[in-house]
């Protein structure tokens, strides 16, 4: 991103003068690297700096939003950061958005990812049309065709969002880093606080769409404290009396590990 159009988007989104003359000294400021050697900047902001996020923000809401706003104003999109979704009626809208998209960018420095950027066919009851691509990710979710029921109880198909295998990967590398069978110096409460400061959150965002996606983690997660048990007390060791022990733990305080409440304890 050009420096004068930085300070151009910052000046479209505030009357505030000594916030554009901070910005522009800031963007003035040579970056110094590790042996101390100092490097004039004309063009982008140094990463890991705070202000990099909201400037580049600001910046995109300048060259972007507004610009599709103007041109395009009943065109459905959604942005977050500089990941972005267009809505198109037709394959050929689509495309011509993209050419145009493509041109705006290039017009303010910037570019479209080659290989992340793509036309997706939204197949559904209706709509099963042949296409290269026909399912995307955005923000944690895979977008793509499943199942689903309707309030009367119909079952259709509609083009819903789940959550993604990257981010099922990413959370099921955490909890086994987190070795939760090991942390046998814990109570029962004591495991339950500590997984519930993580946990719900995990499945309060993932799990606002299609939640049957993420029983296969909570599964992992119950299995995991299972084992914690197994591993804590010796009169455990035995599977039956291991499970028995479980049963009457989530008949006790079904609500004792926030998780529980997604799959009565099981």
Known sequence: ?????IVKAVEANTDQKWV????????????????????????GTPQGSAVSPLLANLFLHYAFDEWMAREFPRIHFERYCDDIVVHGVSEKQTRYLQKRIAARL?????????????VVYCPQDGRNDEHENTSFTFLGYTFAKRSARRPDGAIFNGFLPAVSQDAVKK??????????HRWTTLSLDELA????????????????????????LIRRINAYILRWAR?????LRAFKRAVAWWKGVT????RLFKHWAWTNGF
């Open 1 to 5: 991103m050009p420096h004068d159009l």
């Open 20 to 43: 554009v003359l901070y910005v522009k000294r800031w963007l003035k400021a040579p970056l110094q690297h590790p042996d101390c050697t100092l490097e004039q900047r004309d063009r």
């Open 106 to 118: 290039s017009e303010v420095g910037l570019w479209l990812h080659p290989e992340k950027t793509k």
């Open 171 to 180: 959370m099921s590398r955490a909890l086994s880093r987190w070795r939760l």
């Open 193 to 216: 606080a500590w997984v519930n400061e993580i946990v719900p959150g995990w499945l309060d965002y993932y799990g606002r769409y299609y939640r049957t996606a993420l029983l296969g």
């Open 231 to 235: 591993k804590k007390y010796k009169r």
């Open 251 to 254: 008949e006790r305080a079904p």
